[in-house]
């Protein structure tokens, strides 16, 4: 199956796949950060952002919008004893990785930039840059608060990166490939004991709990947000940063959620399928349909991301690092196991 954003001149196929990634990548992170504070506000008991608007429609739909009109006023400053060349490209670093995920995710029959037969690996790989550019923030900042929330999420992405890759590594391993329109298509036809349609996210529910979990402790989404926890290092590796700059980190955090939840989506959620064992129609309603039960997927789950936000505490830094190495990383490895042992004795 091909690429419904490609056309016979090459210049315009990629010009097309360069603005629909962006776009999306753009107005998703928006309609998420939107969403996040307003069911944290009614999990709160409390209105959230109402005024701002965009027209007639109000109920606050605007906010993030007028936010990042905001930063676009305020001063760019780069701190005296900062590393001005290093300190100014941190934010795009931590930026670009995100968005290089979109361009193998499928949302639905032909909805992709490209199908590569390596996609999962390089989705993982992506996910794990970004955190260079938090070093950089961190060690051009001058500032120990900064450098402290950069080491701290260092250690963090290497001790969660590994029962991300793991758990996507037991998907790969089921599927048989490590394409993810290939993965979406073997979910499709799973058979629970030859007779029961199921998605992966079934046999595989605790790789299904361990990437989510993970996905939120790479993102430093709270309970996980020690890397920048505010009562004790102020921002981390943000805290000197103002304006523009500092709404890039923000929106590398929105846009992760949506981009981690896509790839939660396609591996253990059935991908563009409404149900497992599903037929979808063939053309353009077919597309249609297998986006928006993507989309609906991704919000589910940005939804219960911020559900979490909204309920627990944040974690120590020394119980977020033995959640990882003692429960984690060792279930992970125990899931491949089992799933090799499965697909020997039941091919």
Do not use: C
């Amino acid at each position: 199956m091909e690429s419904i954003f490609t056309f016979d001149s090459l210049l315009f196929t990629v010009l097309v796949k360069v603005l629909v990634i962006v776009a999306f990548f753009f107005v998703a992170a928006l309609v998420v950060g939107y969403l996040e504070h307003k069911v944290m506000g009614h999990m709160q008991d409390r209105t959230g952002p109402m005024e701002a608007g965009l027209g007639p429609v109000k109920h606050g739909v605007g906010q993030l919008v007028a936010d990042g009109a905001k930063f676009l006023q305020k001063e760019d400053i780069i701190p005296r004893s900062a590393d001005p060349w290093v300190f100014a490209l941190a934010p795009g670093v931590a930026l670009v990785p995100t968005l290089t995920i979109l361009v193998v995710i499928p949302f639905g029959p032909g909805v992709w930039a490209e199908n590569l037969d390596l996609g999962l690996f390089f989705a993982l790989a992506a996910s794990g840059v970004t955190v260079i550019g938090v070093l950089m923030a961190g060690w051009a900042s001058a500032n120990k608060f900064s450098l402290m929330g950069a080491i701290r999420d260092a250690a963090q992405l290497i001790a969660y990166e590994l029962p991300l890759v793991l758990a996507g590594a037991a998907v790969a391993l089921q599927a048989g490939t490590l394409s993810l329109v290939g993965i979406v298509e073997r979910q499709n036809e799973l058979l629970l004991f030859g007779a029961v349609p199921v998605w992966y996210g079934i046999p595989q529910f605790v790789g299904l709990g361990l990437f989510f979990v993970a996905a939120m402790a790479e993102l430093n989404r709270p309970p996980f947000d020690m890397p920048i926890a505010d009562s004790e290092i102020i921002a981390g590796h943000m805290t000197e940063y103002t304006g523009l700059r500092f709404a890039f980190f923000l929106l590398s955090e929105y846009a992760g959620m949506v981009v981690l939840s896509a790839l939660a989506t396609v591996l253990f959620l059935g991908g563009w399928y409404p149900w497992p064992g599903a037929e979808l129609p063939d053309g353009p309603l077919g597309a249609v349909i297998g986006t928006v039960v993507t989309l609906a997927k991704i919000i589910i789950l940005t939804l219960l991301m911020t559900w979490a936000r909204a309920t627990f505490p944040r974690l120590r830094e020394d119980q977020l690092q033995t959640m990882a190495w003692t429960i984690l990383i060792p279930l992970a490895l125990a899931q491949i196991v089992v799933i090799a042992i499965v697909i020997v004795v039941l091919p």
